[in-house]
Nanobody, 114 residues
Framework: QVQLVESGGGLVQAGGSLGLSCAAA????????MGWYRQTPGKQREWVAS???????NYADSVKGRFTISRDNAKNVVHLQMNSLKPEDTGVYYC????????WGQGTQVTVSS
């Protein structure tokens, strides 16, 4: 059973925007805080943003003011709108609960060219 499916990545120039989506199984999504994480080259996976079931959001300092996380509780989908992208945002982006479960999806690649 597929439980986390990320989509929306791609190649964009610095300063551009991308929107990511993650479809999650209800057992993962429902009532849980959901988050986006990323793994950038040479670094461990890091937390980027999170949103509670009630819609309260939190962001890593590196993306605050540029990224916006949202969720659709009826569809079990979490989104990440990324604006003013920088080359250092390049990486594979994943969604998961916060704190994350042991299962990860395949992620979606984001590449920001300078």
């Amino acid at each position: 059973q597929v439980q986390l499916v990320e989509s929306g990545g791609g190649l964009v120039q610095a300063g551009g925007s991308l929107g990511l989506s993650c479809a999650a199984a209800g057992s993962i999504f429902r009532f849980n805080t959901m988050g986006w994480y990323r793994q950038t080259p040479g670094k461990q996976r890091e937390w980027v943003a999170s949103i509670t079931s009630g819609g309260n959001t939190n962001y890593a300092d590196s993306v605050k003011g540029r990224f916006t996380i949202s969720r659709d509780n009826a569809k079990n989908v979490v989104h990440l709108q990324m604006n003013s992208l920088k080359p250092e945002d390049t990486g594979v982006y994943y969604c998961n609960k916060v704190p994350p479960g042991s299962f990860w999806g395949q992620g979606t690649q984001v590449t920001v060219s300078s």
